[in-house]
T-cell receptor, first 109, second 115 residues
Framework: GENVEQHPSTLSVQEGDSAVIKCTYSDSASNYFPWYKQELGKRPQLIIDIRSNVGEKKDQRIAVTLNKTAKHFSLHITETQPEDSAVYFCAASEGKLSFGAGTTVTVRA | DVKVTQSSRYLVKRTGEKVFLECVQDMDHENMFWYRQDPGLGLRLIYFSYDVKMKEKGDIPEGYSVSREKKERFSLILESASTNQTSMYLC??????????????FGPGTRLTVL
């Protein structure tokens, strides 16, 4: 089955700086790569996703890049704000989602 | 707006008890999923279902079973709860069959403690 590794496990950034989270996957058949944000005590919610026919996607301060050859994808958050503090999960799908272990992002005011 | 609800936010059970976790979605989604979430391990898939009365094992099905008698409802059953099943359980649904996986919508989670 699919194996997704996510790094780093924790990330602390100064407000206004950028945050980058990286994930690698093992199954070259995976074709869908969503990112979920989970605030403390709340359910995971999709923030952005990318499919295998696209290399990059951007939505305001959030962007995701995909390198199919290297089997890795990354989440970029620019101009971080305190409300970006949360746990972020990457996932890869070859039919069903396999999640990374999560990254706890803390934005320092 | 998609709504996925779970029967309990918090549940405390004794070792050996039979436990039922219920999940209901109101968007006529074909696919439903049960995950458990543990610190440092992310979300791990227990069971999923693509249609009524259909079920498929996920990555960690041992000690669990499921039931899907109606399209909107997917139940997770712990036949004999054990302390290592203490966890956060998350239900999710999605509108499309695997192969072109669409967004999964999550419920609020059930925090289960087995004493």
């Amino acid at each position: 089955g699919e194996n997704v590794e996510q790094h780093p496990s924790t990330l602390s950034v100064q407000e206004g700086d950028s945050a980058v989270i990286k994930c690698t996957y093992s199954d070259s058949a995976s074709n869908y790569f969503p990112w979920y944000k989970q605030e403390l005590g709340k359910r995971p919610q999709l923030i952005i996703d990318i499919r295998s026919n696209v290399g990059e996607k951007k939505d305001q301060r959030i962007a995701v890049t995909l390198n199919k050859t290297a089997k890795h994808f990354s989440l970029h958050i620019t101009e971080t704000q305190p409300e970006d503090s949360a746990v972020y999960f990457c996932a890869a799908s070859e039919g069903k989602l396999s999640f990374g272990a999560g990254t706890t992002v803390t934005v320092r005011a | 707006d998609v709504k996925v609800t779970q029967s309990s936010r918090y549940l405390v059970k004794r070792t050996g008890e039979k436990v039922f976790l219920e999940c209901v979605q109101d968007m006529d989604h074909e696919n439903m999923f049960w995950y458990r979430q543990d610190p440092g391990l992310g979300l791990r898939l227990i069971y999923f279902s693509y249609d009524v009365k259909m079920k498929e094992k996920g990555d960690i099905p041992e000690g669990y079973s499921v039931s899907r008698e109606k399209k909107e409802r997917f139940s997770l059953i712990l036949e004999s709860a054990s302390t290592n099943q203490t966890s956060m359980y998350l239900c999710a649904s999605s509108p499309r069959l695997a192969g072109d996986t669409d967004t999964q919508y999550f419920g609020p989670g059930t925090r289960l403690t087995v004493l």
